[in-house]
DNA sequence: TATCATACATACGTGCATGCACGTATTCAA
DNA sequence: TTGAATACGTGCATGCACGTATGTATGATA
């Protein structure tokens, strides 16, 4: 009889605890990062994000050891999924303008989920900060930075890129453009994709027919649920 | 000996009621600006904006009936001053491009001093809400995406914009653009102002050297002191 | 089946920021 | 000069959210 009862209901599947575990800690990142994402973090409220994941905040504090420990899993969450399915695709590309245009239509893509705001929010609300929070975006911040400034000097040096600015003033205007654009945009697909491919190509000083082309990116499901 | 006191004393100097008051408002405002600009609503700290004006909390009450009420004075006082120094200049361009250009250009100055990030920030933290600061943000953000759609409007008739997503997406995504260059540019005069105007051309789908062109704005300084 | 370990829920204490009541100092009005 | 009004400082109460301690149920181990 409790045999038949175990695999009669379907309610509890008989998981292992690893997959518990897994499966509780998923959903409290991804309700987590939604949070962060709207509200931020000093107004991220932990009893709300366990209630959207289904549980209370004994799981979350069973899983994370404070709030700043989940914020920061949820930044290293976020960062792994975006270079996953925005910049190991957008690295493939052939020239540096063409990979830079791919990242702006990926990460446009990238926002449609609601999780896409929280580099941006928390680079705000930490911004000046000596926060562990502020310091970890602040890290991913720059790494794309540093990402830019390659590719521009790149473009420069094989002439598909016009002399300007220090190419760190580029590089930061160029994200900063693209995530506010992708930002202010959100919902208003497909014109997000064109429309952050033309801020990139405008603060580059290229010609902007070039962000008119549209090499959809696959778009590629998370993988991690 | 009590008049000689009162002239020579320049610490009091024998200020009106409504002076007296004015000044203090103004002090408050402008600390809360810088506040609010830094770690937005909810991580502002009362106590903080009174100290950083040179009075206590009790001043504040006093001229602001609660936090809320302060939240909206202030960006009231910055969309003010944003219309006076940014706005009604630019308003004076010949064609819809250079005015867009130039509330790029004067954006890009007006956000040199840290009371900028007030809107943008506030909009991030209120995105979705039903708060009454929410609210007044958001009005303001609609006002200025009005302006760019008549402008984008405009220019498409006249010819000096090429025609693409519809004006709303587009001005959406070009304030986007704006705000988050400016953003990110903090502090990186003069080539703020140039990356702006990219951005903003980029968005529009314009040829990018007529953002080369550096009609600077006269910089007019801040007369509400 | 008995025991332990793990996942999760519940209850409590604590700190902090807000808002308000009240006290003090400065200005105005007579 | 004196009393009222206004500008501002100070102390207290409340609420809210965090972190922790404790209790309970489910999966692992023998």
């Known amino acids: 009889m409790s045999s038949a009862r175990a695999s009669t209901l379907s309610a509890h599947e008989r998981l292992t605890q690893a997959e518990r575990r897994a499966r509780s800690r998923s959903a409290l990142l991804e ?6 994402s709207r509200y931020g973090y000093g107004n991220l409220v932990l009893e709300e994000v366990a209630r959207e994941a289904g549980y209370t905040r004994g799981a979350l504090y069973h899983q994370f050891k404070d709030k700043e420990d989940l914020a920061l899993a949820v ?12 910049g190991k695709p957008a690295a493939q590309q052939a020239d540096p303008v063409a990979e ?8 446009a893509v990238f926002c449609g989920r609601d999780i896409a705001r929280v580099v941006m929010a928390l680079r705000l609300e930490f911004a000046g900060q000596h926060h562990p929070v502020g310091r970890e975006t602040e890290r991913i911040w720059e790494t794309g930075v540093k990402r830019c400034v390659r590719l521009i000097n790149a473009g420069r040096k094989a002439g598909s890129i016009p002399p300007g600015p220090p190419a760190r003033a580029v590089a930061l205007g160029l994200l900063g453009a693209l995530e506010g654009a992708v930002i202010a945009l959100a919902g208003h697909t497909p014109h997000d994709q064109l429309l952050a491919a033309r801020a990139v190509a405008g603060v580059l000083g290229i010609a902007s027919h070039r962000a008119e082309e549209t090499p959809h990116p696959p778009a590629i499901p998370p993988p991690t649920k």
């Open 31 to 36: 309700s987590a990062a939604r949070g962060l």
């Open 75 to 86: 930044i290293e969450w976020v960062n792994e999924n975006w270079m996953r399915e925005v």
């Open 100 to 107: 830079l245009l791919a990242m702006a239509r990926g990460h």
